[in-house]
């Protein structure tokens, strides 16, 4: 069971910090619920104490598994299948999965795939889901905005960056 202040990360929508537990009359049922505040969005989301597992909650990641992941960026090796509609699921399904090497993998592969060329609309998509949600959680490991670790992602990519 998760406590109060716990700092969680739920998959497909980001990272945030538990506020309370509280019970609740949901289509005519009394539950109890995690009510868990988002810092990048500043809204309160519901999650059902009974479907945390089936929603792959997890804590966050803690200080040194954040620098194993930027670590993970600098790997130059990225394989990917060329044909678009193979790869935009196989992203889905990482970010689905709740892990952060995951996430990592379709930032840097969508982030070196626009370098080389424009993203479809549906990567576009992918590509920014991906980041909010790591990003909200590389906030509350790192006490980093947003433009910060957006300039530490993009050097662990592509290397040495200009902010002109």
């Known amino acids: 069971m998760l406590s109060i202040g716990e700092k969680i990360v739920y998959p497909m929508h980001g990272a945030g910090i538990i506020q309370s537990i509280e019970e609740k009359e949901v289509l005519g049922q009394k539950k109890k619920y995690y009510i868990m505040w988002m810092p990048n969005d ?68 969508l982030a070196i795939r626009e370098k ?18 790591l990003f909200s959680e590389l906030k509350l490991v790192t006490g980093l905005n947003c433009q910060d670790i957006d300039s530490v992602i993009e050097e662990a990519i592509f290397g040495k960056v200009d902010n002109l």
């Open 42 to 109: 500043n809204i309160n989301v519901m999650i059902p104490i009974d479907s945390v597992d089936d929603f792959k909650i997890r804590k966050i990641i803690s200080y040194s598994e954040y620098l194993n992941v930027i670590e993970k960026l600098k790997e130059t090796n990225v394989d990917e299948p060329d044909n678009w509609g193979v790869r935009y699921r196989n992203n889905v399904d990482k970010i689905k999965k709740g892990d952060v090497y995951d996430l990592a993998d379709v930032i840097k592969s």
């Open 116 to 133: 080389k060329k424009s993203l479809s609309s549906g990567e576009n998509k992918i590509y920014e889901l991906a980041k909010e949600i």
